[in-house]
């Protein structure tokens, strides 16, 4: 999709489609709001005597679409709330439920009336850029395996109007940067999406390989031997049981300052988990093609962090196994050496996530000496009961990266709540036959002894762990209480977060 700007107001265009924002306070009111006023005579009146007869309330996820008096064009009044509580996420959600109104509904081109969508915390710039996002991520679809498509919005054009045409230059840079940002979501979403007979390990490295040509970043792509040599008995143990071998993809992203920071990102990367010897039920299995979603948004992120010339060098590291049971699969009681040369008791097979994550981190931290390192992974089902399927979990004893990483959620809209590793944590996964176990003898708090186990891999870096194996991948049964902007399956979360992160540290 594309997005950019028009100085004109949303009527001069001749666009399919034109949407404009409503607030439910309004409905109090007597004249006609602003923004309506602004499009009514497109309409011939009918927003006029829609408003009249009440029919207009602004309620949230309300949508009513007027035709006007041109054959080829509708005006669409989305419903922004109360005034009181409106904030860039609302804007982000109304412009998906508008590019998801259109869908299947032969509009090619929608013009945005930005004014209807600035008020009180949220700028001009604030609501350009949400309605980019919204726009690019709403109209998201996975197309790769129909056979036909309905059709949906290709061309966005945020209007100024007389009100905002003077900031024209800003907002232009503002929705182009933004563009960029939401396209790296819907491209990890396509990988992300693949299921786990395409998406095999060394597929995700050929992706990773097309990235590097595509963007100008290093790419590097350890296979099983490379593994062995190098003493990543973890990638390799829970590979083993796949006739699709483990890869470890490292990208390198150079940076926009020589003397910048380093940030080393790391992803979970299991093309499919079955649990393996330790096997998971059959009842939604299927789910666990998602299961590559942290290393998919790793990609993401150098991917984003690339085109828009980030200050920060940023290094990609991608743990990719498949997780299968099989006469050479690893099994329940078997002791593995991972690169740090700390052994793991192997309790559960099915806790194979830590168990890659083990030989990244501690690679990227002995090889790259990042600043700090921050991991993505689908890497528990406490998360999912913990903070369920819209948020995820951030474990992180670093306050500074911490604050950093709940700013850039705050901003972005991808919400993460932090969580505590104890001692008590700590000492859960302590193993009496090597140095960590990967599972505990009872289920408590399974997210922060997942993350326990981590930190015994990063040594002293600074360390964030990001759990997000509810927010990853949309599901049928609460759909309707997520943001039209997330579609089912893949979502791509964590590429808008990390890459907010990454831009926010350019700054200062
Ligand atoms: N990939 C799963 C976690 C998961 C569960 C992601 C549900 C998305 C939705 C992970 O590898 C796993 O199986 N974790 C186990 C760990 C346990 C055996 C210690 C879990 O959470 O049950
Ligand atoms: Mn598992
Ligand atoms: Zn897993």
């Not at 594309?2 to 607030?23: E, H, N, Q, W, Y």
């Not at 080393?264 to 590559?292: E, L, N, R, W, Y």
């Not at 743990?319 to 309790?347: H, M, Q």
Request: glycine share 12%; charged share 25%; with cysteine.
């Amino acid at each position: 999709m594309k997005v950019g700007v028009d100085r004109r107001d949303a009527t001069a265009a001749s666009a399919d489609a034109i949407a404009v924002g409503l607030f439910e306070s309004e409905g109090k009111e007597d004249h006609l709001p602003a923004g309506l006023a602004r499009v009514d005579k497109a309409t011939g009146g009918q927003l006029a005597a829609a408003w009249k007869r009440k029919e207009l309330r602004g309620k949230r996820k309300e949508v009513t679409v007027f035709h006007t008096t041109n054959t080829r064009s509708r005006v669409l009044v989305v419903g922004l709330g109360a005034r009181g509580s409106f904030s860039a996420e609302t804007v982000r959600r109304a412009a998906a439920e508008v590019v998801r109104a259109l869908k299947g509904k032969g509009a090619r081109t929608l013009a945005v009336h930005l004014g209807s969508f600035v008020d009180g915390p949220v700028t001009a710039g604030g609501a350009a850029r949400a309605i980019t996002d919204g726009a690019v991520l709403g109209g998201y679809e996975f197309l790769r395996y129909r056979t036909s498509t309905e059709g949906t919005v290709e061309e966005v054009a945020v209007h100024l109007g007389d009100d905002h045409a003077p900031e024209e230059r800003g907002l232009a840079g503002e929705v182009a940067e933004q563009a960029t940002v939401a396209e790296c979501v819907v491209w990890t979403r396509d990988i992300a999406n693949l299921p786990a007979d395409t998406a095999t390990p060394e597929r995700l490295a050929e992706e990773a390989r097309a990235l590097g040509k595509e963007v100008g970043v290093k790419v590097t792509v350890f296979d099983e031997k490379q593994l062995q040599k190098m003493g990543c008995g973890g990638i390799l143990a829970v590979g083993g049981g796949s006739v699709h071998p483990p890869r470890m993809i490292v990208l390198e992203y150079a940076g926009g300052t020589r003397r910048g920071r380093t940030v080393a990102v790391v992803g979970k990367g299991i093309t499919f988990d079955s649990g393996g010897i330790s096997i998971k039920p059959a009842a939604q299995m299927s789910a666990m093609k998602f299961d590559k979603s942290g290393a998919v948004a790793v990609l993401g992120i150098v991917r984003a962090a690339a085109l828009l010339k980030l200050a920060p060098r940023v290094v990609g590291v991608m743990c990719c196994a498949e997780n299968l049971p099989s006469g050479s699969a690893y099994r329940p009681g078997d002791v593995v050496r991972t690169y740090s040369k700390k052994t793991i008791e192997v309790l559960n097979t099915d806790a194979e996530g830590r168990v890659v994550l083990s030989d990244g981190l501690a690679y990227a931290v002995d090889q790259y000496r990042p600043d700090e390192v921050i991991d993505l992974a689908t890497l528990t089902g406490a998360q999912v009961i913990a903070l369920g399927d819209a948020m995820g979990g951030l474990m992180c004893p670093d306050d500074r990266l911490a604050a950093g990483l709940l700013n850039a959620s705050a901003a972005t809209g991808e919400p993460v709540w932090r969580m505590p590793i104890t001692d008590y944590h700590r000492d859960l996964v302590k193993s009496e036959v090597g140095d960590v176990r990967n599972s505990t003898e009872i289920t408590v708090a399974g997210m922060l002894t997942a993350a326990a186990f981590l930190e015994n891999f990063v040594g002293t870096t600074p360390w964030a762990h990001l759990d997000i194996a509810g927010p990853a991948h949309g599901i049928a049964t609460t759909r309707k209480y997520q943001p039209a902007y997330q579609n089912p399956g893949a979502t791509g979360f964590g590429v808008r977060l990390v890459t907010r992160y990454l831009q926010d540290l350019g700054r200062t």
